[in-house]
C-alpha cells in the first residue's frame, strides 16, 4: 500500500433499498426516487474496510460533500485513494469521490483511518 493507490466499486440502488434504510433508521424517505446520503457512505466504508487499507482498518472520520442527489436506479462509483500514510500515527488519509456514469462529480470527501501495521507500508509521507 502506497500513495496513490486507489479503490472503487460501482453499483446502483432500488427504491426498496431506500426505504429499507428509512424503516431501520425510523424515519421517513426525503424524497422519492433518490438515494438516502447514508447509503452512499456505506460505498466508502466498504470499500475502507475491504479493499483499500482493508480488514483490520479503524475508521476514524469521514467527510462528505454532496453536490447532487443521486438517483435510485443511477449507478455509482465511489472511490478511495490514499493521499498521505504517517507511520508515526498509524494514521493514513484518503480522498473519497462518487461519480456517476458518465463521470460527473456527486460527492467528494475525505476519510481518516487507523492501520496498525502501517509503518510496513511503502510511499509513506
Given amino acids: 500500500m502506497k500513495v496513490g493507490d486507489r479503490a472503487t466499486i460501482t453499483r446502483s440502488y432500488r427504491a426498496s433499498e431506500a426505504a429499507g434504510l428509512a424503516a431501520l433508521a425510523g424515519i421517513e424517505l426525503v424524497a422519492d426516487g433518490l438515494v438516502p446520503e447514508p447509503l452512499i457512505g456505506g460505498l466508502f466504508s466498504y470499500?475502507?474496510?475491504?479493499?483499500?487499507p482493508g480488514f483490520g482498518s479503524n475508521y476514524l472520520k469521514q467527510e462528505m460533500r454532496f453536490v447532487r442527489p443521486v438517483l435510485v436506479g443511477e449507478?455509482?462509483?465511489?472511490?478511495?485513494?490514499?493521499?498521505?500514510?504517517?507511520?508515526?500515527?498509524?494514521?493514513?488519509?484518503?480522498?473519497?469521490?462518487?461519480?456517476d456514469a458518465s463521470g460527473e462529480l456527486l460527492c467528494e470527501g475525505r476519510a481518516l483511518v487507523l492501520v496498525e501495521d502501517v509503518g510496513q507500508l511503502r510511499g509513506q509521507g
Fill in 47 to 52: 470499500l475502507l474496510g475491504r479493499e483499500l
Fill in 75 to 99: 449507478p455509482v462509483t465511489a472511490t478511495v485513494e490514499i493521499t498521505r500514510i504517517r507511520p508515526d500515527k498509524q494514521l493514513v488519509d484518503l480522498a473519497t469521490t462518487c461519480t
